[in-house]
Protein backbone atom coordinates (compact mmCIF):
# COMPACT_ATOMS: atom_id res chain seq x y z
CA UNK A 1 0.00 0.00 0.00
CA UNK A 2 1.36 3.08 -1.02
CA UNK A 3 1.44 6.24 0.98
CA UNK A 4 -1.02 8.01 -1.15
CA UNK A 5 -3.64 5.34 -0.31
CA UNK A 6 -3.07 5.35 3.07
CA UNK A 7 -3.80 8.40 3.55
CA UNK A 8 -7.46 7.80 3.80
CA UNK A 9 -6.95 6.86 8.01
CA UNK A 10 -6.88 10.07 10.06
CA UNK A 11 -7.07 10.75 13.80
CA UNK A 12 -9.57 13.44 13.46
CA UNK A 13 -10.64 15.22 16.24
CA UNK A 14 -12.57 18.74 17.25
CA UNK A 15 -11.19 21.95 18.03
CA UNK A 16 -10.85 22.37 21.32
CA UNK A 17 -11.80 20.10 24.41
CA UNK A 18 -9.55 17.15 24.71
CA UNK A 19 -11.99 14.39 24.98
CA UNK A 20 -11.53 10.62 26.21
CA UNK A 21 -11.42 9.69 22.09
CA UNK A 22 -8.60 12.04 21.67
CA UNK A 23 -6.84 10.64 24.30
CA UNK A 24 -7.23 7.20 23.18
CA UNK A 25 -6.01 8.03 19.60
CA UNK A 26 -2.81 10.41 20.74
CA UNK A 27 -1.99 7.60 23.23
CA UNK A 28 -2.43 4.85 20.18
CA UNK A 29 -1.06 6.69 17.21
CA UNK A 30 1.00 10.07 18.55
CA UNK A 31 -0.72 12.15 17.01
CA UNK A 32 -4.60 13.93 15.95
CA UNK A 33 -5.66 16.31 13.15
CA UNK A 34 -8.07 19.06 13.92
CA UNK A 35 -9.33 21.00 11.25
CA UNK A 36 -11.28 23.77 10.81
CA UNK A 37 -8.79 25.84 13.40
CA UNK A 38 -8.30 28.73 11.22
CA UNK A 39 -10.29 30.24 8.82
CA UNK A 40 -9.41 30.79 5.04
CA UNK A 41 -8.95 34.66 6.04
CA UNK A 42 -7.16 33.64 8.80
CA UNK A 43 -5.14 31.29 7.26
CA UNK A 44 -3.84 33.73 4.98
CA UNK A 45 -3.04 36.44 6.83
CA UNK A 46 -1.08 34.02 8.82
CA UNK A 47 0.74 32.85 5.34
CA UNK A 48 0.89 36.41 4.23
CA UNK A 49 3.14 36.71 7.73
CA UNK A 50 4.74 33.78 7.56
CA UNK A 51 6.01 34.71 4.09
CA UNK A 52 7.25 38.43 5.22
CA UNK A 53 9.50 36.40 7.58
CA UNK A 54 11.24 34.26 5.62
CA UNK A 55 11.67 37.60 3.11
CA UNK A 56 13.24 39.45 5.63
CA UNK A 57 15.36 36.89 6.86
CA UNK A 58 16.17 36.33 2.92
CA UNK A 59 16.12 32.40 3.11
CA UNK A 60 16.63 30.27 0.26
CA UNK A 61 15.30 26.69 -0.09
CA UNK A 62 13.94 24.64 2.64
CA UNK A 63 14.05 26.84 5.44
CA UNK A 64 12.71 27.88 9.23
CA UNK A 65 12.73 31.00 10.76
CA UNK A 66 11.63 31.20 14.49
CA UNK A 67 10.08 33.40 16.87
CA UNK A 68 7.69 35.25 14.27
CA UNK A 69 5.29 36.01 17.29
CA UNK A 70 7.14 38.66 18.07
CA UNK A 71 6.77 40.69 15.24
CA UNK A 72 3.45 38.96 13.37
CA UNK A 73 0.26 39.57 15.43
CA UNK A 74 -1.51 36.80 13.74
CA UNK A 75 1.28 34.74 15.11
CA UNK A 76 1.09 35.51 18.22
CA UNK A 77 -2.49 34.94 18.51
CA UNK A 78 -1.91 31.26 17.96
CA UNK A 79 0.18 30.80 20.64
CA UNK A 80 -2.70 30.17 22.94
CA UNK A 81 -5.69 29.37 20.10
CA UNK A 82 -8.75 27.99 21.82
CA UNK A 83 -8.82 25.61 19.25
CA UNK A 84 -5.31 24.21 20.47
CA UNK A 85 -4.76 25.35 24.36
CA UNK A 86 -6.98 22.77 25.89
CA UNK A 87 -5.68 19.75 24.59
CA UNK A 88 -1.80 21.22 25.21
CA UNK A 89 -3.05 21.64 29.19
CA UNK A 90 -5.00 18.48 29.27
CA UNK A 91 -1.53 16.29 28.60
CA UNK A 92 0.43 19.26 30.40
CA UNK A 93 -1.51 20.30 33.23
CA UNK A 94 -1.10 23.96 33.79
CA UNK A 95 3.08 24.13 33.93
CA UNK A 96 4.70 24.37 30.56
CA UNK A 97 6.37 26.78 28.55
CA UNK A 98 6.02 27.95 24.29
CA UNK A 99 9.74 26.20 23.68
CA UNK A 100 9.80 27.65 20.19
CA UNK A 101 7.81 29.21 17.46
CA UNK A 102 9.22 28.23 13.64
CA UNK A 103 7.75 29.31 10.72
CA UNK A 104 8.77 26.55 8.13
CA UNK A 105 9.51 26.94 3.82
CA UNK A 106 9.46 24.05 2.02
CA UNK A 107 9.94 25.64 -1.78
CA UNK A 108 8.07 24.73 -4.63
CA UNK A 109 8.18 21.53 -6.08
CA UNK A 110 10.30 20.06 -2.62
CA UNK A 111 11.81 16.39 -2.74
CA UNK A 112 10.93 14.05 0.63
CA UNK A 113 12.60 15.13 3.69
CA UNK A 114 14.48 12.69 6.29
CA UNK A 115 13.17 10.26 8.79
CA UNK A 116 13.58 11.62 11.93
CA UNK A 117 11.92 11.70 15.92
CA UNK A 118 11.90 15.57 17.10
CA UNK A 119 14.41 16.21 20.31
CA UNK A 120 17.40 17.77 20.78
CA UNK A 121 20.60 17.19 19.32
CA UNK A 122 22.85 17.90 22.33
CA UNK A 123 20.98 15.02 23.83
CA UNK A 124 19.34 11.89 22.02
CA UNK A 125 15.53 11.63 23.85
CA UNK A 126 15.83 8.19 23.81
CA UNK A 127 18.59 8.15 26.31
CA UNK A 128 16.05 9.02 28.92
CA UNK A 129 13.32 6.33 29.18
CA UNK A 130 11.15 3.84 27.59
CA UNK A 131 8.86 5.18 26.09
CA UNK A 132 10.44 8.24 24.92
CA UNK A 133 8.83 10.71 26.84
CA UNK A 134 6.60 14.25 26.00
CA UNK A 135 8.97 16.69 25.98
CA UNK A 136 8.14 18.17 22.73
CA UNK A 137 4.33 18.87 21.70
CA UNK A 138 4.39 20.11 18.04
CA UNK A 139 1.17 21.74 16.91
CA UNK A 140 1.82 22.57 13.34
CA UNK A 141 -0.31 24.86 12.03
CA UNK A 142 -1.14 24.19 7.79
CA UNK A 143 -0.96 27.98 6.02
CA UNK A 144 -1.05 26.08 2.51
CA UNK A 145 -3.66 23.37 1.15
CA UNK A 146 -2.07 20.08 2.14
CA UNK A 147 -5.62 18.14 1.18
CA UNK A 148 -3.93 15.83 -1.35
CA UNK A 149 -0.40 13.98 -1.11
CA UNK A 150 2.42 15.72 -2.59
CA UNK A 151 1.34 19.06 -1.63
CA UNK A 152 4.08 19.42 1.19
CA UNK A 153 2.22 17.60 3.62
CA UNK A 154 4.16 15.58 6.83
CA UNK A 155 4.08 11.90 6.67
CA UNK A 156 4.05 10.24 9.72
CA UNK A 157 4.18 6.80 11.05
CA UNK A 158 1.29 5.96 13.40
CA UNK A 159 2.32 4.23 17.10
CA UNK A 160 5.81 5.03 16.66
CA UNK A 161 6.27 6.89 19.36
CA UNK A 162 6.24 3.67 21.16
CA UNK A 163 8.93 1.64 19.33
CA UNK A 164 11.63 -0.36 20.90
CA UNK A 165 13.49 -0.66 18.00
CA UNK A 166 14.82 2.53 15.68
CA UNK A 167 13.72 2.91 12.61
CA UNK A 168 16.12 0.90 10.04
CA UNK A 169 18.75 2.54 8.80
CA UNK A 170 18.53 1.95 5.46
CA UNK A 171 15.02 3.23 5.36
CA UNK A 172 16.76 6.38 7.88
CA UNK A 173 19.60 6.79 4.96
CA UNK A 174 17.58 6.30 1.51
CA UNK A 175 14.93 8.25 2.54
CA UNK A 176 12.44 5.40 1.46
CA UNK A 177 9.09 5.05 1.56
CA UNK A 178 7.07 2.47 4.10
CA UNK A 179 4.17 0.65 4.06
CA UNK A 180 2.85 1.74 7.42
CA UNK A 181 3.51 5.46 6.57
CA UNK A 182 0.56 7.70 6.75
CA UNK A 183 0.70 10.90 4.59
CA UNK A 184 -1.45 14.07 6.27
CA UNK A 185 -4.17 15.41 4.61
CA UNK A 186 -5.84 18.44 5.28
CA UNK A 187 -6.83 21.83 4.12
CA UNK A 188 -5.47 24.89 5.30
CA UNK A 189 -6.36 26.07 8.56
CA UNK A 190 -5.74 22.68 10.08
CA UNK A 191 -3.44 21.55 12.84
CA UNK A 192 -1.62 18.49 13.50
CA UNK A 193 -0.74 17.78 17.16
CA UNK A 194 1.99 15.70 17.54
CA UNK A 195 4.34 13.77 19.87
CA UNK A 196 8.27 14.08 19.80
CA UNK A 197 8.79 10.88 19.62
CA UNK A 198 6.96 9.42 16.71
CA UNK A 199 8.75 8.74 13.57
CA UNK A 200 7.56 11.63 10.45
CA UNK A 201 8.94 13.55 7.44
CA UNK A 202 8.25 16.00 4.90
CA UNK A 203 6.38 14.69 1.89
CA UNK A 204 7.18 15.30 -2.08
CA UNK A 205 6.03 18.84 -2.97
CA UNK A 206 4.47 18.76 -6.55
CA UNK A 207 3.20 22.81 -6.90
CA UNK A 208 4.94 25.73 -8.34
CA UNK A 209 4.56 27.99 -4.70
CA UNK A 210 6.53 27.61 -1.71
CA UNK A 211 4.66 25.62 1.28
CA UNK A 212 4.28 27.12 4.79
CA UNK A 213 3.76 25.96 8.01
CA UNK A 214 3.65 27.55 11.89
CA UNK A 215 5.10 24.96 14.11
CA UNK A 216 3.88 25.89 17.64
CA UNK A 217 6.34 23.35 20.25
CA UNK A 218 5.46 23.33 23.91
CA UNK A 219 7.60 21.93 26.74
CA UNK A 220 8.08 21.28 30.23
CA UNK A 221 9.25 24.37 31.80
CA UNK A 222 12.94 23.44 32.58
CA UNK A 223 13.54 22.95 28.65
CA UNK A 224 15.51 25.51 27.33
CA UNK A 225 14.25 27.78 24.26
CA UNK A 226 15.21 26.39 20.98
CA UNK A 227 14.26 29.73 18.87
CA UNK A 228 15.96 32.43 21.09
CA UNK A 229 17.96 32.73 23.85
CA UNK A 230 16.05 35.22 25.55
CA UNK A 231 12.62 37.01 25.25
CA UNK A 232 11.88 40.16 23.53
CA UNK A 233 11.36 42.77 26.07
CA UNK A 234 9.33 45.05 23.91
CA UNK A 235 7.31 42.04 22.80
CA UNK A 236 6.32 40.88 26.69
CA UNK A 237 5.31 44.23 27.65
CA UNK A 238 2.60 44.38 24.65
CA UNK A 239 1.68 40.99 24.82
CA UNK A 240 -1.06 39.01 27.43
CA UNK A 241 -0.71 37.77 30.34
CA UNK A 242 -1.41 33.90 29.54
CA UNK A 243 1.39 34.22 26.55
CA UNK A 244 3.91 35.92 28.61
CA UNK A 245 3.82 32.97 30.99
CA UNK A 246 3.79 30.83 28.03
CA UNK A 247 6.91 32.45 27.14
CA UNK A 248 8.16 31.11 30.35
CA UNK A 249 9.10 35.19 31.54
CA UNK A 250 9.15 34.90 35.29
CA UNK A 251 11.51 35.58 38.45
CA UNK A 252 13.43 32.94 40.23
CA UNK A 253 13.97 34.24 43.08
CA UNK A 254 15.80 31.19 44.90
CA UNK A 255 16.02 28.05 42.87
CA UNK A 256 14.71 26.91 38.86
CA UNK A 257 11.38 25.84 38.85
CA UNK A 258 11.06 26.01 43.05
CA UNK A 259 9.06 28.08 44.92
CA UNK A 260 9.90 31.18 42.62
CA UNK A 261 7.48 29.39 39.95
CA UNK A 262 4.25 31.51 39.49
CA UNK A 263 0.77 30.19 39.85
CA UNK A 264 -1.09 29.24 36.48
CA UNK A 265 -2.92 33.09 34.76
CA UNK A 266 -5.07 30.34 33.28
CA UNK A 267 -8.98 31.92 33.84
CA UNK A 268 -10.26 28.47 34.76
CA UNK A 269 -9.28 25.79 36.91
CA UNK A 270 -9.77 22.87 34.21
CA UNK A 271 -6.82 20.70 32.68
Given at each position: M???QYQGLNALSQPGEFTELDRFMFESWGYLVIPGVLSADQAQECLEAATRLHERAGTTGWAQVGRGFETEQSLDNLIDHPAVLPKVRALYGDRFI????WCTKQPAFGGLGGWHQDGSGAYDF???AYPIPLLQLRASYLLTDQSLPRMGNMEMIPGSHRAQVPLPADIRRDKADLPIGHVICAPAGSVLLFHNAVWHRTYIHDGDYDRYTA?????PPWVRFSDRFTNDKDYLERTTPVRRYLAGEYERPDAPFGAGYPATVFDDESK
Open positions: TAELQSAKQLHYIYS
